[in-house]
């Protein structure tokens, strides 16, 4: 990480979210790297309400014209379901993991969706704006390597909030 990465000033918090969603834009690919961001509504979110910004999210990608052949009578788990497959990643890990999810193919990790430089610039930034008090989730278990499939397909996916906003980058894959 350069020191400009390290050093940009963070934004006044009502523009938070617009750089939040536009640094999570550029880890976005289509077809494969789906991203959301945005503001909690209810007082004092916690993981119920980002496991239901997650459901939104692969309802999203279900719908995608895409994946519509995969995944035809998909609907996204329950809101607990979604809850108990998800694993606490630690945040120093958030901002490679965030990388690692938008540019390399789940299936081929060779293939690249993004560039290595563009992926982790713009995940280092997400991360940075949610700030160090930022709680992340994943649906792998890193401890054994399993991943909690949350599609019927390839997926791998990182959700993380700071209390009120939340940023999610979720990737599918079929072989």
């Known amino acids: 990480m350069t020191m400009e990465m390290e050093m940009a ?9 617009d750089h ?19 503001r909690f509504t209810e007082a004092d979110p916690d993981l119920p309400e980002l496991a239901a910004r997650i459901r939104e999210l692969l309802a999203t990608a279900a719908a995608d014209e895409a994946w519509q052949r995969f995944l035809p009578t998909y609907t996204p788990p329950p809101v607990p ?3 108990a497959a998800l694993e606490p990643v630690e ?8 990388a690692q999810v938008a ?5 081929w990790p060779s293939h690249r969706h993004l560039s290595a430089e563009v992926a982790e610039r713009a995940a280092h930034r997400v991360v940075s704006l949610l700030g160090p008090e930022c709680t992340w989730w994943t649906n792998h278990d890193t401890e054994c390597g ?20 939340y940023a999610l980058a979720l990737q599918l894959a079929d072989d």
């Open 103 to 107: 540019g390399a193919d789940l299936l």
């Open 81 to 83: 379901q979604l809850c």
């Open 20 to 38: 939040l969603a536009a640094n999570l834009s550029e880890l976005s690919t289509p077809m494969r790297v789906f991203v959301a961001a945005g």
């Open 146 to 165: 399993a991943v909690n499939g949350l599609t019927p397909v390839f997926d791998s996916l990182l959700a993380g909030t700071d209390g009120e906003h």
């Open 9 to 17: 000033p963070l934004p006044e918090p009502a523009e938070l979210l």
């Open 91 to 98: 945040s120093h890990n958030a901002a490679p993991f965030l």
